[in-house]
């Protein structure tokens, strides 16, 4: 650089002098200007130097970043490690931004070519890693502990500490150990997630920053959460450290659909409370529950029995666990890379497609109903999911050449479900033994596990669209609608399904034929078909309570016998369709019977069966004509074609006329037309 003063230093710092500072000094001769210029220390001209090369040298270091990066060969690296380097990219890249005001163009091309390469090869082995979870999972619900929540697995640390970052880089002389070491909220107060520290001088001052997403191996190493270190009594590293500084263990809990808020004083409250919330409400098919599970803390809640109560664990085995953790490291990828968001999330809900047929199926393996009582929305997505999962042998291998051109197509839903074949149910889960209730357990742990899945993706979804560029926010909504809404509605059918198999409704219809219903006299007595069903309930009721509480969550027992009640009722009136006479003392004898069943249920179970359905039904034979025209239009929909035929044969009584009856008659013709329309 020559010494201060010298000649070639001064020459040196006139050919670097800004333009504006060439323009803005007067013309004057060379003697003067390199008088002045020798006066320049060789500190304030190395200065100078670098304020007029940031833009050439941050270009420098990308090609240098790009050239190593291209190098390297991926297909050796673990998920975790290859977002570390991701990491440690992306924040060599806001700071080289901020330091030159430049682009980083080289780098992203680089990244994003790399990052889809390693992303296709391990959406591949992700799901064929599923795939074996599923075909070896007995369904057997694991003991997980009442403070779990999802925020607590290493694949969602991320979101943690972004926030111990901005706190770090608020506090002057904190250190990073210090704030990753507190519990804190995911989100900001205002439900949005804390921009990360960026700028040049935030890292200047503060170095730990730069170390603080860099994680121990043996923290991320394991693909599948430890169900051990979650087992009940026993705490988690976030646990521990609060309980030594003499704070009630607490972390945020996911939220309701639609929201991604996360408030600092919420309990551990799990991600399936949700899920059993809005199931336990979606009685009929397409039920939605826009309710928000809101869980205060423990300390808040001392004293107070009108608080909300702890929510349960997650129903959920090791496969639920690891699809869980793998959403969460998809989220992962979203956000150090955003350039490639939107096929990282295609891939996530491809795989989340596949556990859905995989456990529906698996619960649905004997199904009595078909997929036509199901709305049009969620027998489409079955039927989609049945088309892209092929039922033969996997392909071979691809080749290097053929996922280097797999890389660099646009993903479409599917793509890769095409090359992976349906998983089939272990051999070891006795789906169709009467002794296990045709597999109970296993079908409440499938289709629960579903749920808590989908309470999971909910609570998501503010993460996800924050990762997620503009112009596909709609793609994002209309696969989210498409994919896990229809799980409510999915929910009623497989208890629909398993209810059907718990009691011999056949019996009970061949039971009910054989009573007269025209008797003349009034009977104190109710007819011997009802003792036969109270019994089988109480059997049943015995047998569920045996699968204990573990197998058999609560929110499962309610549907499941309200489902039960619901298929009960049914085949009541049913019963009271096929009567060919019926006098009004038949329809006392009804009333009676009716009664005494609902009676003697309310000792059997606290689950109450919705009376209203067969009340209904036989107070329409006291109707007279003009009533029961009018009753007919308003309950067509509630009751089938044969329940309103044999309701018109026998009604009335002497009440309505031949021809008052035919009218009737050929009103709910009519009305059959309409319905089926």
């Known amino acids: ?58 270009q420098d270091v990308q090609k240098q ?24 990219i992306k924040r060599l890249c806001e700071i080289g931004s901020d330091f030159s005001k430049g682009t980083q163009d080289i780098i992203d091309d680089v990244m994003r070519f790399k990052t889809t390469t390693y992303m296709c090869m391990h959406h591949k082995n992700t799901l064929q890693q599923l795939k074996s979870l599923l075909e070896s999972d007995t369904w057997e619900a694991k003991p997980v502990a009442k403070n779990f929540n999802i925020f607590t697995l290493p694949s969602f640390a991320f979101l943690r500490l972004a926030r111990a970052r901005t706190s770090s880089a608020s506090v002057p002389g904190s250190t990073a150990g210090a704030v990753a070491g507190k519990q804190c909220s995911i989100t900001s107060d205002d439900g949005e997630e804390p921009a990360p520290p960026t700028g040049f001088e935030t890292f200047l001052n503060n170095n730990d920053l730069f170390h603080q997403g860099s994680m121990s191996m043996q923290q991320r190493s394991s693909s599948i959460p430890d169900l051990a270190q979650l087992e009940p009594g026993r705490k988690t590293p976030e646990d521990a450290h609060d309980s030594a500084d003499g704070e009630s263990p607490s972390s945020p809990a996911p939220n309701a659909p639609g929201n991604g808020t996360t408030s600092s004083s919420s309990t551990a409250a799990t991600a399936a409370a949700a899920a059993n919330a809005a199931a336990a409400a979606a009685t009929r098919p397409g039920a939605e529950d826009g309710r928000r599970m809101s869980v205060s803390s423990d300390k808040s809640t001392a004293g107070d029995e009108n608080a909300p109560k702890r929510p349960p664990p997650p129903h959920c085995t090791r496969t639920t666990l690891f699809l869980v953790d793998a959403i969460g490291k998809y989220l992962h990828m979203m956000d150090v890379l955003r350039h490639i968001s939107p096929e990282v999330l295609v891939c996530l809900f ?3 497609g596949y556990y859905l047929h995989s456990v529906v199926s ?20 079955l039927l989609r999911l049945q088309e892209m999962i092929v039922d033969k042998t996997p392909p071979s291998e691809a080749t290097a050449d053929a996922i280097l051109r797999s890389s660099t ?8 479900l095409r090359d992976v074949c349906a998983a089939t149910l272990c051999a070891d889960v006795p789906m169709l033994l009467p002794q296990s209730l045709y597999g109970l357990a296993a079908r409440i742990t499938c289709i629960e596990s579903l749920g808590f899945v989908g309470t999971v993706m909910r609570s998501l979804v503010g993460h996800f669209r924050r990762r997620l560029p503009e112009s596909f926010h709609p793609v994002f909504s209309f696969l989210f609608v498409n994919n896990v809404d229809p799980i409510a509605e999915l929910r009623w059918y497989v208890y629909k399904n398993c209810a059907a198999r718990l009691i011999d409704y056949d019996k009970l219809l061949v039971d009910m034929a054989s009573v007269k219903w025209g008797v003349k006299e009034l009977k104190s007595q109710h007819n011997p078909y009802i ?9 049943l009721a015995g047998r569920i309570s ?39 003392e038949g329809r006392a004898l009804m009333q009676l019977d009716y009664q005494q069943l609902l009676n003697s249920l309310s000792k059997t179970t606290t689950v109450k069966p919705q009376a209203e359905f067969v009340e209904n039904y036989i107070k ?32 009335g009584g002497t009440m309505v006329t031949k021809k008052g009856r035919q009218r009737l008659a050929a009103l709910v013709d009519d009305l059959k037309g309409v319905h089926a329309e």
Request: hydrophobic letters at 40%; one cysteine or more.
């Open 65 to 88: 970043v790009a050239a190593c990066f291209n190098a390297l060969d991926l297909t050796s690296y673990r998920l975790e490690r290859y977002l570390v380097l991701l990491e440690h």
């Open 531 to 539: 003792d036969a069903l109270v019994q089988e309930c109480r059997v």
């Open 546 to 584: 045996s699968l204990g509480e573990t197998r058999v969550p609560p929110a499962a027992y309610n549907t499941l016998w309200t489902e039960v009640f619901r298929m009960i009722n049914t085949v009541l009136v049913d019963g009271f369709a096929a009567a060919r006479k019926c006098s009004n």
């Open 350 to 352: 491809e795989l989340y």
């Open 620 to 651: 329409g034979f006291y109707l007279p004509e003009e009533e029961m025209e009018k009753w007919l239009s308003q309950n067509h929909k509630t009751y089938t074609y044969k329940h309103l035929a044999g309701l018109v044969a026998v009604c």
């Open 409 to 416: 197509k646009t993903y479409a839903y599917g793509t890769e």
């Open 362 to 381: 698996f619960a649905t393996l004997d199904k009595t109903y078909p997929l036509t009582v199901l709305g049009p929305a969620t027998r489409g997505l």
């Open 1 to 58: 650089a020559g010494e201060e003063g010298s000649p070639a230093a001064a020459s040196e710092g006139a050919a670097l002098a800004s333009p504006t500072t060439l323009l803005a000094e007067p013309a004057a001769p060379y003697s003067a200007r390199s008088a002045s210029l020798s006066r320049v220390s060789t500190r304030d001209y190395a200065l100078l130097k670098l304020e007029a090369g940031r833009k050439r040298l941050w």
